[in-house]
């Protein structure tokens, strides 16, 4: 099959980095700075060792944007809670590959919901497992630090999945989004650009300093010209 067309690189503000008490702002901010969909990170104290929000904060949330809402679902047993979550507003879910006992069914139920269908890989897990899958997926989320908490370190290992994955999309045929998450900032973003991340969320990056709007605009502007580089150097 012939090589697919990379998508435009994409800024995914992660609130779980995001001041709570202002979230609306918050979002409003990093949509400001170049944001075009909000990275909700859900988590339930067993599949990772943390818990955040749930559907409330999703509905909620759904009042103040009309960006897609990105939910991650880093839970055990997701297949009982994507009703609850499509009827919040969510627009993309994501599963982890490591938390469905049957992947291709979980992926069936967040299309009939009308939500688009991603699977997350751990930074341990390969990508081949997902070669069943692909073609049912709108997006495949790398995670480059291991689930459960925000601000962690950039795994280096990551740049070379997202390589695989951008090859054997190429060589499937297919056009489902490379998302990649964690460590995701100024001193990595070129060299994600360059291995093939699309959806690019961030977190602590956009809003630790509390200056959502300036600093989105500043992760996206160093995408935009990683993008154009890798671009230029494969012209």
């Not at 627009?91 to 299309?111: D, F, K, M, P």
């Amino acid at each position: 099959m012939g090589i697919v067309t990379a998508f435009p690189v994409e800024l995914v503000p992660s609130i779980l980095s995001a001041d709570f008490a202002r979230l609306a702002d918050e979002v409003h901010a990093a949509e400001r700075g170049g944001g075009t969909a909000i990275h909700v990170d859900v988590m339930d104290g067993h599949f990772v060792p943390n818990i955040t929000l749930g559907p409330p904060v999703v509905q909620s949330l759904r009042k103040h944007t009309k960006l897609p809402l990105d939910c991650h679902l880093m839970i055990e047993n997701p297949d009982n809670f994507i009703p609850a979550f499509a009827e919040a507003g969510a627009n993309w879910i994501s599963v982890h590959y490591e938390a469905c006992r049957h992947l291709h069914r979980t992926i069936q139920l967040i299309g009939q919901h009308g939500m688009e269908p991603g699977v997350v890989l751990n930074p341990a897990t390969p990508i081949d497992l997902l070669i069943p899958v692909l073609p049912m997926l709108h997006h495949v989320l790398i995670m480059s630090v291991n689930p459960g908490f925000g601000g962690q370190e950039f795994i280096p290992y990551s740049l070379q999945k997202l390589r695989d994955l951008r090859a054997l999309r190429n060589q499937m045929g297919l056009r489902f989004r490379i998302e990649v998450d964690g460590g995701v900032g100024h001193d990595t973003i070129a060299e994600v650009v360059a291995a093939g991340g699309e959806l690019l969320v961030a977190g602590s990056a956009v809003f630790a300093q509390g200056n959502a709007e300036q600093d989105a605009r500043r992760l996206l502007d160093a995408a935009r010209t990683a993008e154009h580089s890798a671009r230029e150097l494969h012209a």
